[in-house]
């Protein structure tokens, strides 16, 4: 009699789980959640994440409040309850958008592996995989307008923010470039290309920021053997201000009657352009330069590579959504971004080079066009090449600071390699 008790008592638990994944599959294709949603997902989290300090705050699990996430739900959910899948629980338990969302944030937030997020969330890692793919290619297309160059109004707000914290007049914002360490395999013929001067595999991301700290433009999809001024030489961007469609705006009249137009500012790495500042180089500074110099590293940013590792052709697809996902906490306010453990300082290995060489770099092997793409950005430590920045609650604007800018603008003859058009893959 046991065995068939057993067997009894299996049936009409399987007949429970079935009514449930039915009742939550037609709650999801209605559109509902229910309001209780992170109660009841908080309850099903396991193994070393359903133990961590502070699991009962939102933001401690997904890096955002509840009212951004409920946003991005809003934007995607669509697109993913629309398509027919089969994405569920461990348990059975069918993945409502909500679900999904919080499995792809999880995955892109924390670089945690497909194992521990399907652990975590009770899902196995083909379906982490799936939902974050499917995500991301929701977020492409719903969330791009997140990710965009400054119009004239928001461009004059940029730019009277970047001279009343750093004193610098009419600069629009702040490049810089960082490697994204990926995983190739070794049979990869293309490897090569790939490895930077710290003998790894990555991938470049090149970003301009606002003083916000959001991304206005961002380029990615080039491999780590190319250096920050080559990156830039090949993108849009440069194409767009060297044709003066873009950084076209209107000239600042400086005290003195001089001009300055537009521009950027950018470490060593990159070269000295119309519309490309960077810092003096030397010893023993005039007081006017050094003084350019700390106000341009504390208007400088710096871009931190540690990602999880995906094959190379998905990574800038997904590190343009981690830049949309980024900005969009800024665009909402959210109360989280003050609270997220930030790094001044490049990865380990990594430091800024300095624009000097002007010999024309081999093109790369490949197959296909580079993607345009983003990635977080922090402020810049670096020492090697700056003094340290001023305290950015008391700004100074000394009057020796214009000069050194202006006197930087007429030394334009860095030696630009022309572009190659053999893209890689």
């Given at each position: ?7 009894k ?29 992170w ?21 401690s ?12 739900c809003s ?13 569920t629980c ?57 990710l ?36 190739l ?64 705006g209107a ?9 300055v137009?537009?521009y950027?500012v ?9 519309w ?11 007081d ?16 931190p590579?540690?990602?999880?590792r ?5 990574l ?43 010999t024309?770099?081999?093109a ?41 800018v ?20």
């Open positions: 009699m046991g065995p068939v008790r057993g067997m008592r299996k049936r009409k638990q399987e007949k429970k789980a079935s009514k449930e994944a039915a009742a939550a599959a037609y709650a999801a294709s209605q559109g509902q959640e229910p309001s209780d949603w109660d009841d997902f908080s309850k099903r989290i396991t193994g070393p994440l359903s133990t961590s300090k502070g699991l009962d705050d939102f933001e699990v997904f890096k955002m409040s509840r009212k951004t996430f409920n946003y991005i934007l995607v959910k669509e697109d993913l309850m629309g398509r027919p899948s089969s994405f461990l348990n059975g338990r069918v993945l409502s958008a909500n679900d999904q969302v919080a499995v792809a944030l999880r995955r892109l937030s924390s670089g945690e592996s497909l194992l521990t997020v399907g652990q975590s969330f009770g899902v196995n890692q083909s379906t982490v995989s799936q939902v974050t793919w499917r995500f991301v290619e929701a977020m492409e297309e719903r969330g791009i307008h997140h965009r160059w400054p119009s004239g109004k928001e461009m004059e707000a940029i730019k009277a923010k970047f001279e009343d914290i750093r004193g610098l007049p009419n600069c629009c914002g702040a490049i810089d470039a960082t490697h994204i360490v990926m995983c395999p070794s049979v990869d013929p293309s490897n090569s290309v790939w490895i930077d001067p710290e003998k790894k595999h990555s991938m470049v991301l090149q970003a301009i920021v606002d003083p916000e700290m959001r991304f206005r433009d961002i380029v990615t999809g080039w491999p780590g053997s190319m250096s920050d001024a080559i990156v830039l030489q090949s993108s849009g961007f440069f194409q767009l201000c060297e044709t003066g469609a873009r950084l076209n000239k600042t009249e400086l005290p003195e009657g001089s001009e137009r537009e950027l950018g470490d060593a790495g990159y070269p000295l352009l119309p490309l500042l960077t810092p003096f180089r030397g010893r023993d500074l005039p006017a330069a050094a003084e350019f110099n700390k106000r341009h590293q504390a208007t400088r940013l710096d871009l590579g540690e990602m999880w995906p094959d190379k052709h998905r800038p697809r997904i590190i343009l959504v981690c830049c949309i996902l980024h900005n969009i906490v800024i665009d909402l306010e959210d109360p989280a971004r003050d609270r997220l453990p930030l790094s001044a300082h490049h990865d380990s290995g990594y430091r800024h080079s300095t624009a000097t060489s002007p024309r770099p081999p790369p092997p490949g197959r296909s066009s580079p993607s345009t793409s983003p990635v977080a950005s922090l402020p810049d430590c670096d020492s090697d090449h700056h003094l340290p920045p001023p305290n950015p609650l008391a700004p100074c604007k000394p009057p020796n600071l214009l000069p050194a202006l006197s930087k603008l007429p030394n334009m003859g860095f030696y630009w390699a022309t572009p190659f058009s053999q893209p890689i893959g």
